[in-house]
């Protein structure tokens, strides 16, 4: 099963600043998942990033505001743009850990993000 | 939306005793999953059961489906301390060709010593 390397861990950020978030595989994957999870809240899909094309957005979600990049089968990162102190949120990478009705996800352990 | 919804949303239990919680999902699926998270920290796979499966065991923890009712229910026995976090179902979307997880509202866990 993958293994995913997320950072930061958390920050805390000013408001109109941009900060990115990494995730590293430790194994090639087609498919990597960014959610967020607003405080007390479930997780929210917000893209599928995969490798050599765009990124596909989720409704309510835009490229100008959580650009994406892909540049090899284990790498991703998700900037978190203009940022105002709705953005405070806890923002995760996953992957498919085997074929798609088999293992799960596994999931980095999470950036928490305070905008102040 | 296609979130389901799990109850109750917060459960409070005493060490030993058993704890279930409740996922109810909206469309058709062709899996099943459970989550744990502790202190708001990345999600940790607990089990999987698929669309043809009704029932699935896993150590202390133990997982029923009934998609005639589009229902699932994750029972922890025995409960420990350790076992404290917010637990989650989640289904993968159908009109994703099965890729995305679609998450339940989570319920969160308190067991005291």
């Known amino acids: 099963s993958a293994v995913i390397s997320q950072k930061p861990s958390r920050d805390i950020c000013q408001r109109g600043t941009s900060l990115t978030i990494q995730c590293q595989v430790d194994?090639?994957?087609?498919?990597m998942f960014w959610y967020r999870q607003q405080p007390g809240q479930s997780l929210t899909l917000i893209a599928t990033a995969n490798q050599g094309s765009e990124a596909t957005y989720e409704s309510g979600f835009v490229i100008d505001k959580f650009p994406i990049s892909r540049p090899n089968l284990t790498f991703s990162t998700l900037t978190v743009s203009n940022m105002s102190p709705e953005d405070s949120s806890i923002y995760l990478c996953s992957v498919n850990r085997g074929r798609p009705e088999g293992y799960g996800y596994t999931f980095g352990s999470g950036t928490r993000l305070t905008v102040v | 939306s296609q979130q389901g919804e799990e109850d109750p949303q917060a459960l409070s239990i005493q060490e030993g005793e058993n704890a279930t919680m409740n996922c109810s999902y909206k469309t058709s699926i062709n899996n099943l999953q459970w989550y744990r998270q502790n202190s708001g920290r990345g999600l940790v796979h607990l089990i999987l059961i698929r669309s043809n499966e009704r029932e699935k065991h896993s150590g202390r923890l133990r997982v029923t489906l009934d998609t005639s009712k589009k229902s699932s229910s994750l029972l922890i026995t025995a409960s420990r301390a350790a076992d404290t976090a917010s637990y989650f179902c989640a289904t993968p979307a159908m009109n994703t060709g099965f890729q995305k997880l679609v998450f339940g509202t989570g319920t969160r866990l308190l067991v005291s010593p």
């Open positions: 194994s090639q994957v087609t498919m």
